[in-house]
Protein backbone atom coordinates (compact mmCIF):
# COMPACT_ATOMS: atom_id res chain seq x y z
CA UNK A 1 0.00 0.00 0.00
CA UNK A 2 1.51 3.77 -0.84
CA UNK A 3 -0.36 6.36 0.97
CA UNK A 4 0.90 9.65 2.58
CA UNK A 5 2.45 9.94 5.72
CA UNK A 6 -0.15 10.78 8.20
CA UNK A 7 -0.04 12.90 11.01
CA UNK A 8 -3.24 13.51 12.94
CA UNK A 9 -2.68 17.30 14.51
CA UNK A 10 -5.24 18.67 16.82
CA UNK A 11 -5.90 21.74 19.22
CA UNK A 12 -7.38 20.60 22.89
CA UNK A 13 -7.99 21.23 25.84
CA UNK A 14 -6.77 19.55 29.07
CA UNK A 15 -9.66 17.13 28.92
CA UNK A 16 -9.64 16.63 25.30
CA UNK A 17 -12.24 18.59 23.86
CA UNK A 18 -11.63 20.05 20.14
CA UNK A 19 -14.49 22.36 20.07
CA UNK A 20 -16.26 24.37 22.71
CA UNK A 21 -16.25 27.62 24.37
CA UNK A 22 -12.70 26.91 25.65
CA UNK A 23 -11.54 27.94 22.47
CA UNK A 24 -11.96 31.74 22.48
CA UNK A 25 -11.14 31.94 26.13
CA UNK A 26 -7.74 34.13 26.86
CA UNK A 27 -6.30 30.44 27.98
CA UNK A 28 -6.57 29.29 24.24
CA UNK A 29 -4.88 32.32 22.18
CA UNK A 30 -1.43 30.96 22.67
CA UNK A 31 -1.97 27.66 21.54
CA UNK A 32 -4.29 28.60 18.49
CA UNK A 33 -0.88 30.67 17.23
CA UNK A 34 1.15 27.32 18.06
CA UNK A 35 -1.29 25.27 16.28
CA UNK A 36 -0.51 26.94 12.85
CA UNK A 37 3.42 27.40 14.25
CA UNK A 38 3.10 23.36 14.48
CA UNK A 39 1.62 22.27 12.15
CA UNK A 40 4.14 24.04 9.47
CA UNK A 41 6.92 22.36 11.03
CA UNK A 42 5.52 19.44 9.09
CA UNK A 43 5.13 20.81 5.56
CA UNK A 44 1.89 18.62 4.20
CA UNK A 45 0.69 19.12 1.22
CA UNK A 46 -3.13 18.84 2.25
CA UNK A 47 -5.49 18.63 5.53
CA UNK A 48 -8.52 16.66 6.00
CA UNK A 49 -11.68 17.12 7.75
CA UNK A 50 -14.87 15.29 8.44
CA UNK A 51 -17.91 17.25 6.81
CA UNK A 52 -19.41 18.71 10.14
CA UNK A 53 -15.42 20.46 10.82
CA UNK A 54 -15.75 21.63 6.79
CA UNK A 55 -19.22 22.59 7.44
CA UNK A 56 -18.67 24.29 11.32
CA UNK A 57 -15.52 26.48 9.78
CA UNK A 58 -15.53 26.56 6.34
CA UNK A 59 -19.50 27.02 5.03
CA UNK A 60 -21.27 27.80 7.40
CA UNK A 61 -23.20 24.99 6.41
CA UNK A 62 -24.91 26.35 3.31
CA UNK A 63 -26.80 23.60 1.48
CA UNK A 64 -25.67 22.70 -2.51
CA UNK A 65 -28.03 23.77 -5.43
CA UNK A 66 -28.33 20.53 -7.07
CA UNK A 67 -30.07 21.14 -10.20
CA UNK A 68 -32.56 18.24 -11.35
CA UNK A 69 -32.38 16.15 -14.90
CA UNK A 70 -28.52 16.61 -15.67
CA UNK A 71 -26.53 14.40 -17.53
CA UNK A 72 -25.16 12.44 -14.93
CA UNK A 73 -21.42 12.06 -15.15
CA UNK A 74 -18.99 8.53 -14.68
CA UNK A 75 -18.57 7.88 -11.27
CA UNK A 76 -14.80 7.90 -11.62
CA UNK A 77 -12.34 10.15 -10.12
CA UNK A 78 -12.45 13.80 -11.26
CA UNK A 79 -8.70 15.83 -10.65
CA UNK A 80 -9.76 19.54 -11.63
CA UNK A 81 -6.29 21.00 -10.37
CA UNK A 82 -3.17 18.85 -10.22
CA UNK A 83 0.03 20.22 -8.28
CA UNK A 84 -2.13 22.54 -6.01
CA UNK A 85 0.70 23.85 -3.43
CA UNK A 86 -2.22 22.94 -0.71
CA UNK A 87 -5.32 20.81 -0.53
CA UNK A 88 -8.33 20.74 1.78
CA UNK A 89 -9.71 17.40 2.11
CA UNK A 90 -13.07 17.01 2.82
CA UNK A 91 -14.94 13.72 3.91
CA UNK A 92 -17.89 14.09 2.95
CA UNK A 93 -19.82 10.31 2.35
CA UNK A 94 -23.16 11.68 0.83
CA UNK A 95 -22.18 14.20 -0.34
CA UNK A 96 -23.85 17.22 1.40
CA UNK A 97 -21.18 20.27 1.37
CA UNK A 98 -22.31 23.45 -0.21
CA UNK A 99 -18.86 24.85 -1.39
CA UNK A 100 -19.28 28.05 -3.53
CA UNK A 101 -15.82 28.27 -4.75
CA UNK A 102 -12.91 25.01 -5.65
CA UNK A 103 -10.40 27.12 -3.27
CA UNK A 104 -10.66 28.34 0.42
CA UNK A 105 -8.13 30.30 2.43
CA UNK A 106 -7.10 29.15 5.72
CA UNK A 107 -4.86 31.58 8.66
CA UNK A 108 -1.48 32.15 7.00
CA UNK A 109 -1.86 29.00 4.88
CA UNK A 110 -1.14 28.79 0.92
CA UNK A 111 -4.73 28.82 -1.05
CA UNK A 112 -6.14 25.53 -0.84
CA UNK A 113 -7.69 23.62 -3.74
CA UNK A 114 -10.67 21.38 -2.19
CA UNK A 115 -10.91 17.65 -2.90
CA UNK A 116 -14.26 15.57 -1.95
CA UNK A 117 -14.19 12.12 -0.72
CA UNK A 118 -17.38 10.64 -1.25
CA UNK A 119 -18.86 7.56 -1.14
CA UNK A 120 -21.30 5.85 -3.61
CA UNK A 121 -24.06 7.07 -1.72
CA UNK A 122 -23.67 10.49 -3.21
CA UNK A 123 -26.61 11.51 -5.75
CA UNK A 124 -25.79 12.00 -9.70
CA UNK A 125 -26.92 15.99 -8.97
CA UNK A 126 -23.81 16.31 -6.23
CA UNK A 127 -21.02 15.21 -8.11
CA UNK A 128 -22.49 17.68 -11.48
CA UNK A 129 -22.01 20.08 -8.49
CA UNK A 130 -18.83 19.51 -7.76
CA UNK A 131 -18.08 19.64 -11.70
CA UNK A 132 -19.84 23.42 -12.20
CA UNK A 133 -18.02 24.32 -9.53
CA UNK A 134 -14.32 22.61 -10.50
CA UNK A 135 -13.64 20.79 -7.12
CA UNK A 136 -12.26 17.59 -7.52
CA UNK A 137 -13.24 14.17 -5.61
CA UNK A 138 -12.34 10.38 -5.37
CA UNK A 139 -14.86 8.08 -4.46
CA UNK A 140 -14.05 5.36 -1.52
CA UNK A 141 -16.35 3.33 -0.14
CA UNK A 142 -19.96 2.31 -0.81
CA UNK A 143 -21.44 3.76 2.20
CA UNK A 144 -18.91 4.44 5.07
CA UNK A 145 -15.63 6.06 3.69
CA UNK A 146 -12.72 3.72 3.03
CA UNK A 147 -9.62 6.04 4.84
CA UNK A 148 -7.25 3.11 2.88
CA UNK A 149 -8.36 3.95 -0.04
CA UNK A 150 -8.83 7.68 -0.05
CA UNK A 151 -5.11 8.11 1.47
CA UNK A 152 -3.90 5.60 -1.76
CA UNK A 153 -5.98 8.01 -3.99
CA UNK A 154 -4.74 11.13 -2.44
CA UNK A 155 -1.03 9.80 -3.15
CA UNK A 156 -1.66 8.99 -6.84
CA UNK A 157 -3.84 11.87 -7.58
CA UNK A 158 -2.67 14.53 -6.32
CA UNK A 159 0.75 13.71 -5.11
CA UNK A 160 0.02 14.33 -1.39
CA UNK A 161 2.97 12.72 0.39
CA UNK A 162 2.18 14.48 3.63
CA UNK A 163 -1.58 14.64 4.96
CA UNK A 164 -2.73 16.13 8.15
CA UNK A 165 -6.17 14.50 9.69
CA UNK A 166 -7.53 17.35 11.68
CA UNK A 167 -10.73 16.07 13.17
CA UNK A 168 -13.78 15.89 14.30
CA UNK A 169 -13.39 13.06 16.26
CA UNK A 170 -15.26 10.49 13.90
CA UNK A 171 -12.98 10.92 10.89
CA UNK A 172 -9.94 10.90 13.15
CA UNK A 173 -10.78 7.50 14.59
CA UNK A 174 -11.63 6.52 11.21
CA UNK A 175 -8.24 6.84 10.09
CA UNK A 176 -6.65 5.22 13.34
CA UNK A 177 -9.08 2.24 13.54
CA UNK A 178 -7.37 1.41 10.03
CA UNK A 179 -3.97 1.61 10.94
CA UNK A 180 -3.17 4.81 8.76
CA UNK A 181 -2.29 7.29 11.67
CA UNK A 182 1.67 7.71 11.74
CA UNK A 183 1.33 10.14 14.42
CA UNK A 184 -0.47 11.89 16.85
CA UNK A 185 0.22 15.59 17.10
CA UNK A 186 -1.76 17.28 20.09
CA UNK A 187 -1.00 21.35 21.37
CA UNK A 188 -2.56 21.26 24.23
CA UNK A 189 -4.37 24.62 25.73
CA UNK A 190 -4.29 25.12 30.15
CA UNK A 191 -7.92 24.85 30.02
CA UNK A 192 -10.50 22.47 30.75
CA UNK A 193 -13.99 22.56 28.99
CA UNK A 194 -17.03 20.14 31.08
CA UNK A 195 -19.41 20.40 28.26
CA UNK A 196 -21.14 17.11 27.56
CA UNK A 197 -22.02 18.57 23.93
CA UNK A 198 -18.78 18.67 21.85
CA UNK A 199 -16.25 15.94 20.53
CA UNK A 200 -12.86 14.24 21.81
CA UNK A 201 -10.02 13.91 19.71
CA UNK A 202 -11.31 10.77 18.59
CA UNK A 203 -14.74 8.80 18.71
CA UNK A 204 -16.40 5.81 17.25
CA UNK A 205 -19.33 6.19 15.00
CA UNK A 206 -22.15 4.07 17.30
CA UNK A 207 -23.11 2.36 13.89
CA UNK A 208 -19.69 0.68 13.80
CA UNK A 209 -18.02 -2.11 15.63
CA UNK A 210 -16.21 -1.42 18.59
CA UNK A 211 -12.65 -2.20 18.28
CA UNK A 212 -9.76 -2.70 21.14
CA UNK A 213 -8.31 0.47 22.80
CA UNK A 214 -5.18 2.04 20.45
CA UNK A 215 -1.70 2.62 22.51
CA UNK A 216 1.14 5.07 21.63
CA UNK A 217 4.64 5.99 22.43
CA UNK A 218 5.21 9.42 23.50
CA UNK A 219 7.56 10.69 21.18
CA UNK A 220 8.91 14.31 22.57
CA UNK A 221 6.83 16.65 24.86
CA UNK A 222 7.61 20.48 24.46
CA UNK A 223 6.07 23.27 26.26
CA UNK A 224 4.85 26.54 24.94
CA UNK A 225 4.42 29.80 26.37
CA UNK A 226 1.90 30.50 28.59
CA UNK A 227 1.50 26.91 29.61
CA UNK A 228 0.39 25.21 26.11
CA UNK A 229 2.23 22.06 25.74
CA UNK A 230 2.94 20.35 22.30
CA UNK A 231 3.03 16.47 22.86
CA UNK A 232 3.53 13.79 20.10
CA UNK A 233 3.27 10.45 20.12
CA UNK A 234 4.18 7.35 17.77
CA UNK A 235 1.02 4.77 16.84
CA UNK A 236 2.28 1.47 19.02
CA UNK A 237 1.70 -0.97 16.29
Given amino acids: MQRPKIICHMLTSINGKIS ?9 TSGSMAYEITNNTYQSQAWLCGRVTIEKNFTDFHKPVLKK ?10 VAQENAEMYIVSADPSGKVGWTTNTIQYENR ?46 ALFGIKTLMVSGGGYINWSFLQEGLIDEVSIVMTPVADGRTDT ?26 EEDTLWLRYWVDK
Avoid: W
Avoid at 20 to 28: F, I, L, P, R, T
Avoid at 114 to 136: F, G, M, N
Avoid at 202 to 214: D, K, S
Fill in 110 to 155: PEAHIIEIVTDKASDEYIAYLREHQISYVFAGSEQIDCTLASEKLL
Fill in 199 to 224: NTIFERVETLPELAPVGFKLKSVEII
Fill in 69 to 78: NTTPYPRTDY
Fill in 20 to 28: GGYMSSKYA
